[in-house]
């Protein structure tokens, strides 16, 4: 089945700084990236996604990277603020398959 | 529109206790699914369905049932709680496009003690 490594699981950043989360997946099946962001107490929500016929999607301070060559996606953000701290999963879909199979999360803290 | 409710908010069982963790949608959607969040481990699938009356296991299934009859509702079932059953569990909820990927839409979880 498919495997999703993310990396770092904690990190830390000055207000301002910008963030970059990793994540390598195994199977080239694979054809639908998520990224959620979960807030302290509640469920995990969709941030952004990106599909495998594109290489790159941004909204606003956030955007999403793929290599589907090397499979490894990552999540960037930009002039980090204190509310987007929160931890963050990655996520992939097998081309065919209903499940998605998660990262094991990444803390991000943002200090002012 | 609520969106994907669970119940309770908050559940303390004794070794051996048997409890229904309950899931709903008012969204349509087709595809259903629990998760269970353990520290370290992400989110890992227990239970997923793809519709009423069809349902699959996930990652981790041993010691959950669960069952779908209306596209509203998916419960999930502890036979016999264990401590090892001591999680956060959310529930969620997708259009079920055949494999296209989707957003999923997840409750606000459940926070389960067993002692």
Not at chain 1, 48 to 53: H, Q
Not at chain 2, 42 to 71: C, K, M, W
Not at chain 2, 94 to 106: K, L, N, P, V
Request: glycine share 10%; aromatic share 10%.
């Amino acid at each position: 089945g498919e495997n999703v490594e993310q990396h770092p699981s904690t990190l830390s950043v000055q207000e301002g700084d910008s963030a970059v989360i990793k994540c390598t997946y195994s199977d080239s099946a694979s054809n639908y990236f998520p990224w959620y962001k979960q807030e302290l107490g509640k469920g995990p929500q969709l941030i952004i996604d990106i599909r495998s016929n594109v290489g790159e999607k941004k909204d606003q301070r956030i955007a999403v990277t793929l290599n589907k060559t090397a499979k490894h996606f990552s999540l960037h953000i930009t002039e980090t603020q204190p509310e987007d701290s929160a931890v963050y999963f990655c996520a992939a879909l097998v081309r065919g398959y209903s499940t998605l199979t998660f990262g094991k999360g990444t803390m991000l803290l943002v200090s002012p | 529109n609520a969106g994907v409710t669970q119940t309770p908010k908050f559940q303390v069982l004794k070794t051996g206790q048997s409890m229904t963790l309950q899931c709903a949608q008012d969204m349509n959607h087709e595809y259903m699914s629990w998760y269970r969040q353990d520290p370290g481990m992400g989110l890992r699938l227990i239970h997923y369905s793809v519709g009423a009356g069809i349902t699959d296991q996930g990652e981790v299934p041993n010691g959950y049932n669960v069952s779908r009859s209306t596209t509203e509702d998916f419960p999930l079932r502890l036979l016999s709680a264990a401590p090892s059953q001591t999680s956060v569990y959310f529930c969620a909820s997708s259009y079920f496009g055949t494999g296209e990927g989707g957003e999923q839409f997840f409750g606000p979880g459940t926070r389960l003690t067993v002692l």
